[in-house]
């Protein structure tokens, strides 16, 4: 069976990434500029001044992008190793669109409180944090105990994911001429993406912004169907999310939940919504199927079914809803 040509791309490269110098080394007068003796007067100013690294070295343009392998794409828990593919791919495009260079940093831990070691004990060298692919509940630890570094820190997956969220629905109410706020979303997966998704859409809405209100109606469902206050199998967060979702307190599954809304936002897995779940929602719908590598709907079939307009997180499909149309921009404000 011949390998697909990803597979024969990243054979032929063994790996997206290359560290390259900025200055040639081709004298020894060279030499003794970057290393001994001339980096010594660089270090002892570092030293004395510990805010020169930004200027004098890699870390005001650095991004450490930090995994343990637990949640990468829609694969699940894969591992560091087999998440490495992806990391090194987030990084290629750090640089291609932000000019900033990133480096993966794939951990052989899921320990919460390791990572959050290792991240802390690592950011010497580094401007910034792009935490990815780190499943929840382990997620929100991560981040939380990351916030006091001196550097920023950002899981993408919550944060990168939820900003392109928003911007498509904002644009999508309009073309479907619906007042966003009024409009019922049903998430399919809470986990770290649905979680932040969800939080997003419930509390944006900010006059100065001269956008709409926060949606008023948004309702989650994970594996077991929908979330709801009278679930008695929600922990930690989730009943958090209990709390500001499914103001009409409805049960059932992801079938029950899509009756009638406008908008479906999929952050699971592949191929979880049928043409008859879209065909029950309201008219003019708009489905974001963004599980990756698989959508949970092929964008054909939820045309046919009914949906108005139809957007993925894979790049090969028009409509792309992926968090890589916003991390690079943030870490370059941030930088």
């Known amino acids: 069976m011949k390998d697909s ?5 990243h054979k032929m490269l063994k790996g997206k990434l290359s560290i390259n110098p900025k200055k040639q080394v081709e004298s020894m007068q060279d030499l003794a500029l970057v290393y001994t003796p001339g980096v010594a007067d660089v270090s002892s100013a570092i030293a004395n001044d510990p805010e020169l690294v930004y200027d004098y070295t890699m870390k005001a343009n650095t991004v450490a992008i930090v995994t343990d392998g ?3 794409l829609g694969l699940g828990n894969i591992g560091p190793e ?14 291609e ?21 290792i991240t802390n004990n690592i950011s010497p060298v580094f401007g910034a944090i792009n935490l990815e692919d780190i499943a929840a509940p382990s997620c929100f630890e991560v981040e939380a105990g990351l916030q006091d570094i001196g550097i920023p ?7 990168g994911t939820a900003i392109v969220v928003l911007a498509g629905l904002i644009n999508a109410s309009k073309v479907v001429g619906k ?8 998430i399919n997966g809470a986990g770290a993406a649905g979680t932040a998704i969800a939080n997003f859409l419930t509390c944006f809405g900010d006059s100065r912004l001269n956008i709409c209100n926060s949606v008023k109606n948004v309702v989650l469902c994970d594996s077991k169907g929908i979330i709801g206050k009278n679930r008695r199998d929600l922990q930690g967060y989730k009943k958090k999310l209990a709390e500001i979702s499914n103001t009409e307190n409805l049960r059932g599954s992801l079938s029950d939940a899509l009756k009638g809304a406008d908008i479906f936002i999929g952050v699971s897995k592949g191929n979880l919504l049928s043409k008859e779940m879209v065909s029950s929602m309201a008219r003019d719908s708009i489905v974001f199927a963004m599980a990756n590598p698989t959508p949970e709907i092929m964008p054909r079939k939820a045309k046919d079914a009914g949906a108005r307009i139809v957007g993925t997180g894979r790049s090969d499909f028009p409509n792309q809803v992926n968090n890589a149309l916003a ?6 404000g941030v930088a």
């Open 179 to 186: 007042d966003l706020s009024e409009m019922k979303v049903v």
């Open 70 to 72: 637990s949640s990468v």
């Open 82 to 95: 087999a998440s490495l593919p992806v990391m090194e791919g987030k990084a290629l495009i750090l640089k």
């Open 5 to 9: 040509p990803s597979i024969e791309l």
């Open 327 to 332: 991390f690079p921009g943030v870490f370059r």
């Open 153 to 159: 820190v950002m899981h993408d997956d919550q944060h």
């Open 97 to 117: 669109f932000a000019g900033i260079d990133a480096f993966p940093i794939a951990l052989k831990t899921q320990n919460p409180k390791e990572i959050i070691s």
